[in-house]
C-alpha cells in the first residue's frame, strides 16, 4: 500500500495531529502515555515526538515538517540579535531543585527591592515581578518549574536572558539542577549559579562547585565563564552582589530592545479574578504597550482596560521587559500564548478567530478539564478509571496505600495509579496531575507552599493523609463518584383510555379512569397495551370536566394532555402508567 505523507508545523497539538492521523484522540493520547508523555488535547508536542509516535503507532504515515509560515510573524523574535533600539533590563529565571530555595530566593531579592519597600511591600504571590538596584530595574520571571521555562521556550519567544541556577551548599547538584543546567544550556542563556542555605552548618560550597565542573560548568574562580555567588536567602546575605552579577553578566550583552514597533511580547500566566474578569501577567517583549490598545493572545484578544505593574500600580504604558497585569480580554489566554498589538478591534478579533481555527479539533476553549480528560481515556477502556498519583514516606507504606486502594477495584471502576514514588510531592507531581486528571494522594509526607501554590494554580487536587483508613475511604468516594447512579422507578398511578378527544400537531387529549394510585401532572408515564410497554410519553396536563387539576385519583375519571414529542397512537383500551424517576447516587 502506498505510503501517505502528511505535512505538519514543528508544533502540533495533541487534537490537530489525531485528526491528521485520521484515529480517534484517545488513542494517541494513550500511546504518548506509554511513552511516557502525559499530553492533553490541547497540548502541543513537537515534529519528532510525532513521529516517534508514528512509529509506534504503526502507522503507514510519512510525515513532514511544512517550513514555518508564522500566523503571527511579528511576534518570534530572537532577542540577542536586536542590537538597536534602546536598553532594556535582563528577564532573570530562577531555577534549581525542589528545597534549595528558589521560592525564598525570590522573596529575598523582592526585599531587597528599594522601591517596592517604599510601596510598602507585595502581599500577593505573581509570577513576575521588576525590581530596582542601584537604579537599575530586572525582571524576574518565577517560573512555576521547568514545565513552564521549556513552554517558553518552545513557544520561540524564549524571553529569559539568564537564568540563575540555585543549588543548596548543603545539599549539592541534584537531579532538577541537573535538568536546569540541561535547560538553561539548551537555550543559550547566561548561567549563574546561585549557592544558597550558606548559613547552614553543613554548607560545603567548594564541593557545589567541583560538581558543577563535573556538569561541564566551569567556574570563573577555575578559569571558566561561570559566575558563581554564595547566597543565604534565610539570613539575606550575598543578595546584593547576586544582583550586581545579574547585572554584570547581562551587561556583556547589550541587551536592546526597539520601542517604537508595536508592542508583543508572552503571556505568562492568567487567571478569571472576580468583579474583573479574565486577568493575564504578561511580558512586554518589543515595543511599548499602552492602556487602551487592542491586543491579541492566541484565540482571545483584548482591549486593554486596565494597565498594571506587578505591584499593582496603574501605569499608561509599559516597555519591553516589563511584567504587566492586563485585563479586558474576551477569554482566558493561556500561558505561553504569544501576545500582539493589533490596529483596532476588527483586526484583533480576526486575528484571534484565525489562531483558533489554526489548530481546529477537539476542544478549543481553554484548557481541557482534568474530569473531562479522564472521561475521554474510559472511552477508550470499558472500565472508569480513577487516575491517581501516590507519594509516600517510605517504600513499605506505599506498597501498603496501593494494594489497598486496588482492593476497591470493581468491573466498573478501578483506580489506575498513574505514577507512585517514595518522597515528597514534587513540580513534576503537579504537572503529571495536570495532564493526566489525577488526584495526588501523599501519605505520612508534607506539602512544601510552593507546591501547594503550583496545585492550586493548576487546579490540581492534592490530598494529605496519615491515616491510611481515611486515605482509602477518600478514594473509594472518588471511585464511587465515577459510579453510573442508579435510576429508581415509582408508579404513581394508573389511567386506562376509555376515548381520544383530540390529536394536534401538539398534543393528543384523551379520557378515562382512575385505575389505581393518583395521577398528577406534570408527568412522565408509560403506555401499556395488553402487556407490553408500547411508548414513553410526557403529561402536561390533567383536567376534570373544563377544569386543569393537579391531582386525579383512584375511581375518578379524567383528561389528560400528553406533548406529542413521542409518537404514539392511542387506542381505548390502552394503560397510562404515570411514574416518577429519581437517579440516586450509587457509592461502593
Ligand atoms: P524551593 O522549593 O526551591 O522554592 O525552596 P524554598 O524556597 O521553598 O525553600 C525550601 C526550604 O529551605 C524552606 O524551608 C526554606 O526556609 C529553606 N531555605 C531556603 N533558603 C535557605 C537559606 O538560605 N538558609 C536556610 N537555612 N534555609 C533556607
Not at 372 to 379: A, D, G, K, S, Y
Request: glycine share 8%; hydrophobic share 40%; net charge negative.
Amino acid at each position: 500500500m502506498a505510503q501517505r505523507t502528511i505535512s505538519i508545523d514543528e508544533q502540533i497539538t495533541v487534537g490537530s495531529l489525531a485528526d491528521k492521523l485520521m484515529i480517534p484522540v484517545t488513542k494517541l493520547i494513550g500511546e504518548l502515555m506509554k511513552s511516557g508523555i502525559m499530553a492533553t488535547v490541547n497540548e502541543r508536542i513537537d515534529f519528532d515526538t510525532a513521529q516517534i509516535i508514528v512509529g509506534e503507532l504503526g502507522l503507514d504515515i510519512e510525515l513532514q515538517k511544512n517550513q514555518a509560515e508564522e500566523l503571527t510573524p511579528s511576534v518570534t523574535v530572537n532577542r540577542k540579535a536586536n542590537q538597536s533600539g534602546e536598553p532594556r533590563p535582563p528577564v532573570v529565571a530562577v531555577m534549581g531543585h525542589v528545597d534549595h530555595g528558589k521560592t525564598s530566593l525570590l522573596d529575598a531579592i523582592r526585599d531587597a527591592d528599594t522601591a517596592t519597600a517604599e510601596a510598602g511591600g507585595i502581599t500577593q504571590h505573581i509570577s513576575a515581578y521588576q525590581i530596582s538596584h542601584n537604579d537599575r530595574k530586572v525582571t524576574f520571571l518565577d517560573t512555576p518549574g521547568h514545565e513552564a521555562f521549556a513552554a517558553l521556550r518552545e513557544h520561540g519567544a524564549f524571553l529569559t536572558d539568564v537564568v540563575v541556577i540555585v543549588v543548596a551548599a548543603d545539599d549539592g547538584i541534584k537531579p532538577q539542577t541537573v535538568e536546569a543546567i540541561r535547560f538553561a544550556k539548551k537555550a543559550g542563556v547566561k548561567i549563574i549559579v546561585a549557592i544558597n542555605k550558606m548559613d547552614k552548618e553543613g554548607a560545603n560550597p567548594a564541593l557545589v562547585k567541583q560538581q558543577l565542573a563535573e556538569h561541564d560548568l566551569m567556574i570563573e574562580e577555575w578559569g571558566g565563564d561561570i559566575v558563581v555567588v554564595e547566597v543565604s536567602a534565610l539570613a539575606k546575605t550575598g543578595i546584593d552582589k547576586l544582583l550586581d552579577m545579574i547585572f554584570l553578566v547581562s551587561d556583556v550583552e547589550e541587551l536592546k530592545a526597539d520601542v517604537e514597533v508595536p508592542a508583543s511580547g508572552i503571556v505568562i500566566e492568567a487567571h478569571l479574578e472576580k468583579g474583573r474578569g479574565p486577568i493575564a501577567i504578561c511580558l512586554v517583549d518589543e515595543g511599548t504597550l499602552s492602556k487602551g490598545s487592542f491586543i491579541v493572545a492566541g484565540n482571545t484578544y483584548a482591549k486593554i482596560r486596565s494597565l498594571e505593574t506587578t505591584t499593582n500600580q496603574s501605569i499608561d504604558k509599559a516597555l519591553p521587559s516589563s511584567p504587566v497585569i492586563i485585563s479586558g480580554f474576551k477569554a482566558l489566554p493561556k500561558f505561553g500564548d504569544q501576545f500582539q498589538v493589533a490596529n483596532n478591534e476588527k483586526e484583533a478579533r480576526q486575528l484571534a478567530e484565525k489562531a483558533g481555527l489554526a489548530g481546529q479539533s477537539g476542544p478549543r476553549k481553554g484548557d481541557i478539564g482534568g474530569g473531562e480528560l479522564i472521561r475521554m481515556i474510559n472511552q477508550a477502556n470499558e472500565v472508569t478509571g480513577y487516575p491517581v498519583i501516590i507519594k509516600a514516606d517510605v517504600q513499605g507504606s506505599l506498597t501498603s496505600v496501593i494494594d489497598s486502594i486496588k482492593a476497591l477495584d470493581t468491573d466498573e471502576v478501578a483506580v489506575r495509579v498513574v505514577s507512585s514514588g517514595v518522597g515528597s510531592i514534587n513540580e513534576n507531581d503537579i504537572q503529571l496531575a495536570k495532564s493526566s486528571g489525577a488526584v495526588i494522594y501523599g501519605f505520612n509526607i508534607q506539602l512544601a507552599t510552593n507546591i501547594k501554590r503550583l496545585a492550586s494554580r493548576d487546579k490540581v487536587d492534592v490530598k494529605m493523609y496519615s491515616v491510611i483508613y481515611e486515605l482509602i475511604d477518600d478514594v473509594k468516594a472518588g471511585l464511587s463518584a465515577l459510579l453510573a447512579p442508579d435510576v429508581v422507578e415509582k408508579a404513581k398511578g394508573t389511567l386506562v383510555v376509555k376515548g381520544i378527544f383530540k390529536t394536534t400537531k401538539t398534543e393528543v387529549i384523551c379520557g378515562g379512569e382512575v385505575s389505581s394510585g393518583k395521577l398528577t401532572a406534570p408527568s412522565i408515564a408509560l403506555v401499556y397495551r395488553k402487556k407490553d410497554q408500547i411508548a414513553e410519553v410526557e403529561v402536561t396536563n390533567l383536567k376534570k370536566g373544563p377544569q386543569d387539576v393537579k391531582e386525579v385519583v383512584e375511581g375518578e375519571m379524567c383528561g389528560v394532555n400528553i406533548a406529542t414529542t413521542s409518537k404514539v397512537e392511542l387506542q381505548e383500551g390502552d394503560e397510562i402508567r404515570f411514574i416518577s424517576r429519581e437517579t440516586i447516587a450509587r457509592s461502593l
